[in-house]
């Protein structure tokens, strides 16, 4: 017989990075997980993208067991890093803080398409290209689509 889930946590932590502190700690408490556990094996399985942003979905049982997911870094933390800037503009339609070509957008978008809801890689290139535009990025080139 299946576990009855109790609660589903979503929560983005960098990689090898997930410590007892807040927002994790409390989070966690909250529902009587042992945070400790769940910082041990969070670390482990993302050494290899230590620093880099990862949502996470935890699922917390009645028996105060848990399971969770590891998604990819999230697009906008992903075209940060692609157009090396520091943030998204605050006015995005009138004063634009970088640039990204379609090829960088199509690796996001590859890199993405496990999370995303489309089926095919040139609407997740659009998609990718609309998080862009709201940022203040602008994606140079032609639309190879």
């Known amino acids: 017989m299946a576990k ?3 609660a589903l946590i979503k929560l983005q932590v960098k990689g090898g990075a997930a410590n007892p502190s807040p927002p994790i700690g409390p989070a966690l408490g909250a529902k009587g997980v042992n945070i400790m556990e769940f910082c ?3 670390n482990a399985r993302t050494q290899d993208k230590a620093g880099k ?3 996470v979905v935890i699922t917390v049982y009645a028996d105060k067991s848990f399971d969770f997911i590891i998604k990819t870094p999230p697009a906008a933390v992903q075209i940060i890093d ?3 800037i520091k943030g998204g503009s605050g006015v ?3 004063k634009k803080v970088g640039s990204i070509s379609w090829d960088q957008v199509k690796a996001i978008a590859e890199d993405k398409m496990p999370d995303l809801n489309c089926f095919t890689l040139e609407s997740a290139m659009s998609m990718v290209a609309g998080t862009a535009r709201s940022m203040g ?3 140079t080139g032609d639309k190879p689509f």
């Open 53 to 55: 942003v990862l949502p």
């Open 40 to 42: 041990k094996q969070f």
């Open 92 to 94: 995005p339609h009138t």
């Open 82 to 84: 692609a157009a090396k």
């Open 137 to 139: 990025v602008t994606v």
């Open 4 to 6: 009855e889930v109790a």
